[in-house]
């Protein structure tokens, strides 16, 4: 799986480069591990704008500008939430794209509406937002379910970037 991180952070940063595109990310399940895919691809310091490790839901609030509304109204690790968390970065990070997640890495957490493994993520860009989730059984483990939410936000985003206008 870290080969194919790294491919696909590759084929990103690749991607942004041509376009004349930035991304940033608004992390939480994943902790960080998105922007270091990212950055640790040579030449990334020309795409990649920032990012916020929003494990908190007061910096969900606070810093992405996910609406209080939503959050009382939504679980976080859902579509509403992982969106608004995306189009926060977008405006905080002054990017053209931004990818967000939310999800519950386990072993602990996990409900039976929400069980371990479920991860949340969104792509917005000033044109639209995209948001998918997909659920891992808790047997992975907390590494390796982060470390496949890690890939599945990228191959959105990557989708996203890759799609005609």
Do not use: F
Not at 82 to 101: C, P, R
């Amino acid at each position: 799986m870290k080969q194919e991180t790294r491919t696909t952070a590759r084929a990103i940063v690749k991607a942004l480069t041509a376009a004349g595109k930035t991304v940033a990310t608004a992390e939480s399940c994943t902790g960080g591990g998105i922007a270091a895919a990212l950055t640790s691809i040579s030449g990334s310091s020309a795409v990649v704008r920032g990012g916020i490790v929003s494990y908190a839901t007061e910096v969900k609030h606070d810093l992405l500008h996910v609406k209080a509304d939503t959050l009382r109204r939504y679980d976080v690790v859902s579509e509403p939430v992982v969106t608004e968390m995306a189009l926060g970065a977008l405006k905080a990070l002054k990017a053209d794209l931004a990818v967000a997640t939310s999800g519950v890495a386990g072993p602990s957490g996990g409900t039976a509406e929400i069980p371990v493994g479920t991860v949340w993520m969104a792509v917005a860009t000033r044109e639209g937002k995209v948001a998918t989730h997909c659920v891992r059984g808790d047997d992975l483990g907390r590494t390796r379910n982060t470390q496949r939410a890690v890939l599945e936000a990228l191959r959105l985003l990557l989708d996203v970037i890759s799609s005609p206008a």
